[in-house]
């Protein structure tokens, strides 16, 4: 039996009971008041009353019904002017996004003191205004956002932080994220414009202390977090080298300050090793040195260690070269290998095999270094002519690169 058929007997039988209940005893009921008075039966009464409620229970819905149709209608009302502040901040948006600058100002700061969420329209319109250079507008503009909605102070800053910096105003911008990270120090997003902020300051120091915090939150990928600590570490290395020049002799090394501060993964980095290697010879601590660069290199082969080694002064040059020999067992053209070689055998004052060397690294090949150093042996061992034959041969490979020219005595 369907739920209709259930309803209709239900309001039959309680129609049936109320009409033999009337039947029954209709009841009596008096309202007198000063001169006046209504007698009725009961039954009566309470069906007066249920209309009587029913006519003010319409009453209001109609009333409800006019007042919102007068909120839809009435262009002034709140709702009209919600809606039309709405509809403007879309068209903002959009011009926004297309790069419309000027249209987008315009439209988002005339709806924003209307808009659902005027914050949105604030942000937008201070970046609309930055790319327009109008930077007084744009700082207006964050603070109609900060007082109109102060809750949102580490939005409003975080905007403000990448505006200073897009303008290269740095020093503001250090200001304002310092004051974001020390009220919330939780926050990624300003902890990453921190270390893009000391990136471009190149404050190396106050960036290795965030590089820590930067690979425990993942802010960069594995590659791209590697790289920064190679920049901020080879930086700092380069700064020690530098300080170390001045130092008396039997001081401690800045440069192996730092190299003790590097995470041991990077330690094994070739860039940095190499780096590492360069700042210790120029402070002077060569035969350190040479020892970074043996252990290194037993490791694992790298032609620019290998080129550093050929530099370097180590404690027992008999020593260094030997080291250096049994590279050649692998790698026996190698044109770096055999210039170091060259250059070792010559600390060594082992004239023949420095020029057996440095001839083999120039005929693997041909560049301005192997040729410098052989030409200069070959002057002092008074070989003029082979000098002269290694310097024609070095200027050919200059003028290879050069352009057909027409050339005095040639037309």
Known sequence: ????????????????????????????????????SVETSIWVGLAFLLALWLLVSLLRAV????NASGRRVNPWSRHNRARRANQVTTRGLLEFAEGHWSNSLRLLRRAAPHADQPLINYLAAARAAHEMQDYREADNLLREAYETTPNADVAIAVTQAQLQIARGQLEQALATLTRVRKEHPRHLYALKLMGQLYLRLEDWERLE??????????????????????????ALLVQAGQR??????????????????????????????????????VSGAEVHAEKVLREALAGFYNDRLVHIYGLVRGADPARQ?????????????DATL???????????????????????????????????ELVRLLEHMGEQQAAQKVLRQSFALMMHDLPELPQPGNT
């Not at 070269?321 to 067992?329: D, I, K, P, V, Y």
């Open 1 to 36: 039996m369907s739920k209709s058929y259930v309803a209709v007997l239900v309001v039959l039988l309680i129609a049936a009971l109320l009409g033999m209940a009337v039947a029954e005893d209709p009841g009596y009921l008096l309202i007198a008041w000063r001169n006046m």
């Open 63 to 66: 009333v409800r019904l006019i």
């Open 209 to 234: 202390q965030l590089l820590p915090e930067l690979r425990r939150h993942h802010l960069y990928s594995e590659t791209d977090q590697l790289e920064l600590e190679r920049r901020v570490y080879s």
């Open 244 to 281: 170390a020049e001045g130092l008396a002799a039997g001081s401690a090394n800045p440069v192996s300050s730092v190299w003790e501060r590097l995470p041991k993964p990077l330690r094994q980095d070739a860039g940095l090793l190499e780096t590492y290697s360069l700042q210790l010879r």
């Open 321 to 333: 070269l030997s080291t250096a020999e049994r590279w050649l067992n692998d790698h026996a053209h």
């Open 338 to 372: 055999l210039l170091a070689l060259g250059r070792l055998a010559l600390r060594n004052e082992l004239w023949g095999k420095a020029r057996e060397y440095l001839e083999a690294s120039f005929a693997n090949r041909r560049d301005i270094q192997t040729c410098a």
